[in-house]
């Protein structure tokens, strides 16, 4: 419903109104001078006429002045009875005496002429003829002279009725009001149709712009006509639909903003996510460093004492334990090379990799199990992938975790019989996708499955490591891991991997190795053991015993120090790295500055593998590395080696 405005504010009223006033007003005054003109002008003609019948007596009245005839006098007063305006008509003399009177019949029955309203108009007779004082009534001189001055005799006095002409003035101010009553009808009827015409186009033009001020863009008008109200409603018109289609394209921008805004918001949710797993691993890598580190100095132990009775021991059941205490605690080693790993953050050893080689060579070396297990592999090559710098064996391990974890869902599950491997390039990346049709992941194992030591394997299995060293191996090549998968439909990891340019002539380096030299060259030599742990000197020196090589140990750096400070000779200087007193950056340092002719001498002990500082620093030395746990095989080659001339 419209909302009318007051009438005082209406336009049909603010210009209809002081129009009829202005109408009305200049109606009255000019009724008004006309009126007063029209009764001037009847006066002035009754007066004129009357002048001009008063001058035709007067000039017909000098002969009966003259000769004293009253009758002539009155016959020609009587002469004036045709002028229906004359109330009475006197001729007098000079002297003022009526000599003639005459009332016309139409205006004998009323009262006397002087009692009623009337115009007195009055004319003189004048005469050329001598005429003494007195002797009005002498004889006429008939020869006068025409320059003999005139002489007044006489006079004419008319007294004349105004009514008729105030009754002319009457009517034709009845006309006039007439007129001017029709002329306001007729303005009347005008201004209604203006106010039809203008307030009705205009009263559609303020409601539509109400309607759209409101929020209803679909208000249009009708424009009536093709006049200027016209116009302005088809303007409006075009104005409206054109709000509508403006406002149509914000709310798709609108809406196209809120899509972007929430694709951001879970884009930055993952990587919050990414940044959280990101941080978690780290924390856990800094505790299984230090963890693995200190496992390595006990399993170096039983490791070695283990394979030390095993090659004195002849007793069958002995051999047995021994054996199976070995095997455990190379299991144990195995774990912590896997906590190692997960924990790893120094620089790779990096070289010339072919994605499409990572993945042919790690199905190769799962391909009999697979088809044992009734699997069924697919793979869909790009081709033409280019190479890229990474480590080839990590990449090896990441896959071949894939597989073995895919293998064993299928086969525990006894849901699904295939897996496959793709590769292909997106734009600066390097994408691998490995998916099955196993059972499938539920939302809350998959948001976990990266975190470490999480497994859904029974106990003995699995340790949890392995999704979580994937996770680090790949961002530590700069790339990203993702998991989809729906639950008893499929499974599909995809790694990304950055393209980075391979210097020309690179090819994939190798770890430093301990060779293989016959144990007869480590006669007769000098080793110094210098290592926090006593349990390690203890085993170096057993290691040793019964074979031609003097072993020294040094119980701490101080203790090293103070024995390469003897200027002793030694072939062989086998040193902890990490130490509470004296590093092995110390030993090092001193060696060189002091001991320079043993610098080649030296050999880095050491498990504390996860530090970057510790192995740029051995790398940067050029010295071997002893990792621990190590066997005594390994000891006896690392010491042949080095002792070498």
Known sequence: ????????????????????????????????????????????????????LA?????????????????AASALLEGASRYPDLLEAELLDRGGSVVARFVPPSAAAGPPAAERAHLTIESTVYTQSPVAEGQEGSALAL???????????????????????????????????????????????????????????????????????????????SPASEDEIGVLGNAFNRMAADLEVARAEVLMERADLERRVALRTAELERAQETLIQTEKMTA?????????????????????????????????????????????????????QNLLAFARKQKKERGRVDLD??????????????????????????????????????????????????????????????????TRREGDSLVLVVEDDGPGMPPAIRSKIFEPFFTTKPVGRGTGLGLAICYGIVAEHGGEI??????????????????????EGMEQPLVPAPGAYGADSASRRRVLVIDDDPGILQFVEDAFSGEPVAIETALGGRDGIARLSTGRAYDVIL?????????????????????PELERRLVFATGDVANPEAIEFMQACGRPILEKPFSIRVLHETVERVAAP
């Open 284 to 336: 856990v890598g800094q505790l299984v460093a230090g963890v693995a580190h200190e496992l390595n100095n006990p399993l170096t132990v039983v490791l070695g004492y283990a394979g030390l009775i095993l090659e004195r021991s002849h007793d069958p059941e002995l051999r047995r334990k021994l054996e199976l205490m070995s095997g455990e605690a190379e299991r144990a080693r195995k774990i912590v």
């Open 357 to 422: 080689e990572v993945v042919t060579r790690t199905l190769g070396l799962r391909s009999y199990h697979l088809r044992s297990g009734n699997i069924r592999i697919e793979t869909d090559f790009a081709g033409d992938l280019p190479p890229t710098l990474a480590d080839f064996h990590q990449l090896q391990q990441v896959l071949l975790n894939l597989l073995v974890n895919a293998e064993q869902a299928i086969q525990d599950s006894k849901r699904g019989s295939m897996i496959r491997a793709i």
């Open 575 to 595: 040193s902890d790295m990490r130490m509470p007193d004296i590093d092995g950056k110390s030993i090092f340092r001193y060696v060189r500055e002091n001991r």
């Open 55 to 71: 001058d035709a007596l007067a000039s017909n009245a000098e002969l009966a002045l003259l000769a004293g005839d009253t009758r």
């Open 482 to 503: 993702h998991v989809e998968s729906e639950p008893e439909q499929f499974t599909r990891f995809t790694i990304r991997l950055p393209i980075v340019p391979v210097p």
């Open 1 to 52: 419903m419209s909302e009318r405005l007051p009438i005082r504010k209406r336009l049909a009223v603010r210009i209809v109104v002081p129009f009829a006033i202005a109408l009305v007003v200049v109606f009255a005054l000019t009724a008004a001078y006309l009126g007063r003109s029209i009764k001037e002008a009847g006066l002035r003609e009754l007066r004129d006429r009357g002048e001009l």
């Open 143 to 221: 020869d006068v002279d025409p320059a003999t001055p005139k002489k007044p005799i006489g006079r004419v006095r008319l007294y004349v009725s105004p009514e008729r002409t105030a009754a002319r003035t009457r009517a034709l101010e009845l006309q006039i009001a007439t007129i001017g009553l029709a002329v306001l009808l007729l303005s009347g009827v005008i201004g209604a149709v203006l106010v039809k015409i203008l307030s009705g186009p205009i009263q559609d033009l303020v409601d539509a712009t109400r309607r759209i001020a409101a929020g209803d863009l679909t208000a249009r008008v």
